[in-house]
């Protein structure tokens, strides 16, 4: 079992959110001692889906639908993965936008070398694509093309 505070520390979250998940119920068996919540290794892995779920953009209202559903037992099974579906496909979009944000400060970070190498941009604003190295050319054609 874990105090709160332990639970904080592992996670890097503040004690007042974890207060604030076990007040919105999605720690529904949780132990107390003496009114001291005690976390098990059930709540601990509970919040890694928790975190997960909020680091991929769902908000808790739909969270605590999730855990409602776990504790409805195996016939909600079809809409928890339908959840986890739906998520993964949305970060899985997000990371495509990184991927072209991170494409492009590979490219002007490759440039700015480029100019600073060449003493100026003058060489860099008439170089054809072509010319670039071949995984600058791939990263200027992912952020600038859709």
Same mark, same amino acid.
């Given at each position: 079992?874990?105090? $709160?505070?332990?639970?904080?520390?592992?996670?890097?979250?503040?004690?007042?959110?974890?207060?604030?998940?076990?007040?919105?119920?999605?720690?529904?068996?949780?132990?107390?001692?003496?009114?001291? !919540?005690?976390?098990?290794?059930?709540?601990?892995?509970?919040?890694?889906? $928790?975190?997960?779920?909020?680091?991929?953009?769902?908000? $808790?209202?739909?969270?605590?639908?999730?855990?409602?559903?776990? !504790?409805?037992?195996?016939?909600?099974?079809?809409?928890?993965?339908?959840?986890?579906?739906?998520?993964?496909?949305?970060?899985?979009?997000?990371?495509?936008?990184?991927?072209?944000?991170?494409?492009?400060?590979?490219?002007?970070?490759?440039?700015?070398?480029?100019?600073?190498?060449?003493?100026?941009?003058?060489?860099?604003?008439?170089?054809?694509?072509?010319?670039?190295?071949?995984? $600058?050319?791939?990263?200027?054609?992912?952020?600038?093309?859709?």
């Amino acid at each position: 079992m874990y105090s $709160i505070g332990q639970v904080s520390e592992m996670f890097g979250l503040p004690i007042s959110t974890l207060r604030y998940y076990d007040k919105q119920g999605l720690f529904p068996e949780i132990t107390r001692v003496s009114g001291i !919540r005690k976390f098990s290794d059930r709540e601990l892995e509970a919040l890694r889906v $928790i975190e997960c779920l909020k680091k991929s953009g769902l908000e $808790i209202k739909d969270i605590k639908q999730f855990m409602q559903w776990c !504790r409805q037992g195996k016939e909600t099974y079809p809409q928890r993965k339908q959840l986890f579906e739906m998520q993964r496909k949305n970060v899985e979009q997000e990371i495509e936008k990184l991927n072209r944000v991170l494409d492009m400060l590979n490219f002007k970070c490759w440039y700015y070398d480029k100019a600073i190498k060449d003493g100026g941009e003058e060489n860099l604003k008439v170089l054809p694509n072509e010319d670039m190295p071949e995984e $600058i050319k791939k990263a200027y054609e992912n952020a600038h093309f859709d």
